[in-house]
């Protein structure tokens, strides 16, 4: 398995602010990472596919960066519909593995 | 545009064997090297990849899971599903079938663009 770590777990913000949420993997995955969204009772909402790749219909204050082992998922200008909770998710390995969450919350 | 909706029971009791079936609605399974996966997520917690099937009918699992999963599709049907054996109370979660685009230029796949809604399944006597 590779080890996927976010931080932090849990981020308060405001509206408009700009945030960033970092994703670590025990090894190097190129770029084989994606970013998800997930509101409460829904399924996770695809953003970013390797490393930087936004997925089509998806607001362009998403954005995605890194490399190797270190990467982030940046939102610009916070929009009222943003807070939720992100994954990141390795696919280097036929063996996927995501991040623990992100909890996105209104300060 | 393609939809998936997971269906199956939402109460399994302990040590029988868990199914669920994906119906995939919009499109053809048989029309593109899509990949079909399922990922559970048990009730506050983070996402398990669980399984995935190719459309050629072979199939890769988590390495945690791999002695209790069966993943496959039926083409005919529009549908894949998934089995897994020997349930415990551990694999109470919400169940998600998603798609995966064809393997890029690079050949990696694996992250998932289209999802379906979920079903809860509980594993209680």
């Known amino acids: 398995d590779i080890q996927m770590t976010q931080s932090p777990s849990t981020l308060s913000a405001s509206a408009g602010d700009r945030v960033t949420i970092t994703c670590r993997a025990s090894q190097s995955i190129s770029t084989w990472l994606a970013w998800y969204q997930q509101k409460p009772g829904k399924a996770p909402n695809l953003l970013i596919y390797?490393?930087?790749n936004l997925e089509s219909g998806v607001p362009s204050r998403f954005s995605g960066s890194g490399s190797g082992t270190e990467f982030t998922l940046t939102i610009s200008s916070l929009q009222p519909d943003d807070f939720a909770t992100y994954y990141c998710q390795q696919y280097q390995t036929y063996s996927s593995d995501f991040g623990q969450g992100t909890k996105l919350e209104i300060k | 545009q393609v939809q998936l909706q997971e269906l199956g029971p939402g109460l399994v009791k302990p040590s029988q064997t868990l199914s669920l079936t994906c119906s995939v609605s919009?499109?053809?399974?048989?029309?593109?090297?899509?990949?079909w996966n399922w990922i559970r997520q048990p009730a506050g917690k983070g996402l398990e990849w669980i399984g995935r099937v190719f459309t050629s009918g072979h199939s890769d699992y988590n390495p945690s899971l791999k002695s209790r999963v069966t993943i496959s599709l039926d083409t005919s049907k529009n549908q894949f599903s998934l089995k897994m054996t020997s349930v415990t109370a551990a694999d109470t979660a919400v169940y998600y079938c998603a798609r995966s685009p064809p393997p890029d230029s690079s050949g990696y796949y694996g992250y998932f663009q289209r999802w379906g809604q979920g079903s809860l399944v509980t594993v209680s006597t």
């Open positions: 919009g499109d053809s399974m048989s029309s593109g090297s899509y990949l």
């Open positions: 390797k490393a930087s």
